[in-house]
């Protein structure tokens, strides 16, 4: 059971990130039309491009660039990227926009232990990772006029903490939910193994993961069939799915309820995420367009077999095969045009505000009690009685700012459905409000029940890595998806995926696929 609780604590969407890494950089970048004008495809190698430069369109030049190496093959890649960075919806920003303060993570933030990719990414990569565990804050679940219940913190309170969850909703909802996470994160592992599932749809990674049942269901119906208490459920998953994916219990299926409580051992980069995706890149031997917005992918009319590659500035070069790694394929122009009704389909919109206030905790007139929680989670259950709804999904306190001659402040992250207005923020903190940055995200995909996903594969050659975004949207499954587009890839092209014929036979229990082979 603690080990719930700890795992509820660290469902934060948590990063604080300490000294400044390096200043997002164009690497590997040429004078675009140096490339543009330069020959096609060449008939013996392989050439392709990937759109998006995040997680995914990172991680796919990195898994080509491994298969290159691996197989000896001659395939070489271009990125196009639209905005003038590398990681998407990886990125961090600086208080009061100034480099003396540390970066602060502005979208992904944490990733876990399981997260093999990740882990091993930061690993060789050389890269500090923050451990969330050791500064565990009390959350409080507001229902938008009281708290309803605390958990975690240091380990006085924990255990009293812990005692009020067990009066409240009985031990066995939290045990049950502890062996349903259990086991999903097992299943989840076998994608690491040799004998990892490769899927063309996204049903048939969920057959093989045995998830099928678990998107079938809203979270709610899925816990009440597993006889798991539902105001446990309303109050204590729903307060992580709100903050992971700002969803509710009785909209999110089973599968991102156990995601969203899967986040044991929560670990993020010192200075932020998005440098292992640069680090991705530049190891990839690939090149990176920045500032390049794909407007078209068609089939080129000289050769069938290619895909002519447009820029919104006009310029195009033919491909092999082109591995569309952003969210929506709406946002390129494909010929055919593939009826591809269901990547359309909504994303969570998303209002993240971050500000520094030299309070030190949040308002107690606000929240009406004398301490209010550092970290504060929201469940929807007094809406769903007739209540208010909270205006917030979360809101967690995160970097300590400190700079010689000016008071401390502290950085708080709040998410939220609306915007969160300059007024309201005054209330929530008496007034002590510094910085304040706004960004609105299409964050991740509505896991709506019984999903009707996307193809990966659209065409010979050509992929759609984020249809996987609609199973589970985390920065780990976007390298993994992006593993088994590009395991597809060399399969079509040079008869085998990233590790070749032979595996390595070596039993080593670290052994991440595509990293260790
Ligand atoms: C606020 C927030 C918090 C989150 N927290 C977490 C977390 O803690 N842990 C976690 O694992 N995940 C988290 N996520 C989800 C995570 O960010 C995503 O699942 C993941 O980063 C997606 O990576 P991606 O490469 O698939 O997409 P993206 O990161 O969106 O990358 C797509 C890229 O494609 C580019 N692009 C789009 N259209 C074009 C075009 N036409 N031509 C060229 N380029 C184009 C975009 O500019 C972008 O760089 C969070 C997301 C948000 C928004
Ligand atoms: C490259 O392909 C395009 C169209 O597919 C063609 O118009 C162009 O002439 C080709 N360029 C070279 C150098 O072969
Ligand atoms: C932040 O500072 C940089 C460099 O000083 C500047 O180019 C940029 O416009 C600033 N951004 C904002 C949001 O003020
Ligand atoms: C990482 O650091 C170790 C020791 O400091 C060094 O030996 C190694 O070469 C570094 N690796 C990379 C990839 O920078
Ligand atoms: C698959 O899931 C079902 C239902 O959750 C479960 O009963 C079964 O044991 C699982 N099978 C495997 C192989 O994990
Ligand atoms: C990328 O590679 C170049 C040259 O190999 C190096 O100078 C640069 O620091 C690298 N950047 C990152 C983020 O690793
Ligand atoms: C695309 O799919 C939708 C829904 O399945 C259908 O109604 C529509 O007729 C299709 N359009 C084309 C051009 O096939």
Redesign the pocket.
Known sequence: MISLIVLVVYCL?VCQAFELGSEIQAINQEALSDSLLGKNASDSGRTVAI???????SSAAFWIGKGRERLGVDVTADI????GYI????TVVYPYNSTQYVPVEL?????VDVNKNMMRAAREFNLSLLHFEDNAEVNGVWDGEKFIVFLGGSRLSNWWNLLQVIRRYGWRSPKRTIDIVNGMIKSFLTLYTRDTPRWRTVAEASSRLNFTQFTEDTLSRYMEGKGVDRLWTHEVIEAATRVNYGQNADEINGLGGAVSMAADDASGVEGGNYQIFENFVNRSGARIFLN????SVKRSSSSLAQWEVSTAAGDAKTYDAVII???QTS??RLSPPYNDTKSKRKFVH?H?TLIATTAERPSATFFNTPKPPKWILTTRENARNGGPEPEFNSLTYHETLVVEGKPTEYVVKI?SKERISDEWLNKAFDGQVGWVYRKE?D??PYLLPQPDYSPVVLDQGLYH??AF?HFI????T?TVASRNVVDIFLEENFGSGICGQERNLDRNENYVYGWDC
Do not use: H, K
């Open positions: 969407r759109i998006g430069a995040g997680a995914a369109g196009y990227e639209a905005e990681g998407g919806r990886s979208g992904a933030s944490i990733f390049t917005p794909i407007t790694a952003t969210p946002s390129v998303l993240v998410f995200w964050a991740y890595v984020n975004e949207s985390t920065m780990e976007e």
